[in-house]
């Protein structure tokens, strides 16, 4: 598998680490200084990962993603010294994929890289590929996309994940630490963070995010899918 990450770091030995940990693996790496310099190269270069800092100069990571985020689903890594829980949750919420502490172990950081990827770049199990309709949506396993007829719904490659594992698992209720090891695999980070990228996906494909029809909270046994009746 190959891949084009672009490491936004502001000081140059870490990204030099960084960069040199996934050119071992086989992943081309470019680097910027800033939120600025990243959004100039992401303008002109398409990649399959973005690995950020979120203390940059000028503007920071979270603003970078936010931003970010209003035009693309490229899979996020947080790489961080912050590792306060409030940071970890609101970078989950505005649409980070991974969240990684700094010191960090050079073989879970390009683990979790090729994970966010292959996800990313849509490689998946012959026997999973498939096509879900539910309501007036349409859920691409192959393709890796949620579409709303012609309007195609962004997704960051976790929210995918997660959208995906519940509905394949055809109305059966999954707990939050069942869905955590099935999407996050190496159970690494915080089973916390299920219930965050719920609340996103609701506020994506629920008309009432606070009164959901298909993704669906079964007490004292976890989330569950409910495809209803696909319309057209």
């Not at 026997?127 to 996309?145: K, M, P, V, W, Y």
């Not at 962004?154 to 869905?179: D, Q």
């Amino acid at each position: 598998m190959q891949g084009r990450v672009l490491i936004v770091e502001d000081v140059p030995e870490m990204s030099e680490l960084v960069r040199t940990y996934l050119q071992l693996e086989g992943l081309e790496a470019e680097a910027a200084g800033s939120a600025e310099e990243a959004e100039a190269l992401i303008a002109k270069t398409a990649f399959d990962l973005i690995i950020l800092d979120l203390n940059l100069p000028g503007m920071d990571g979270f603003e970078f993603l936010q931003r970010l985020r209003r035009t693309s689903t490229v899979p996020v890594m947080i790489v961080s010294a912050r590792d306060e829980d409030e940071d970890v949750v609101s970078a989950l919420g505005i649409g980070a994929d991974e969240y990684l502490t700094k010191p960090f172990s050079p073989r879970g950081l390009t683990a979790r890289a090729r994970a966010l990827i292959r996800r990313y770049k849509g490689y998946s199990r012959q026997e999973d590929r498939r096509t879900l309709r539910f309501g007036a949506f349409e859920l691409d396993l192959d393709a890796g996309t949620l579409h709303r007829g012609a309007e195609r719904i962004p997704l960051s490659a976790k929210e995918f994940s997660v959208l995906a594992y519940l509905a394949g698992e055809k109305g059966k209720p999954r707990s939050p630490n069942e869905i955590f090891e099935a999407v996050w695999e190496r159970k690494y980070g915080d089973v916390t963070a299920v219930g965050v990228y719920i609340q996103r996906l609701r506020r994506k494909i629920e008309l009432d995010p606070s009164d959901p029809c298909h993704i669906l909270t079964e007490r004292g046994f976890g989330y569950r899918f409910d495809a209803g009746v696909a319309e057209g």
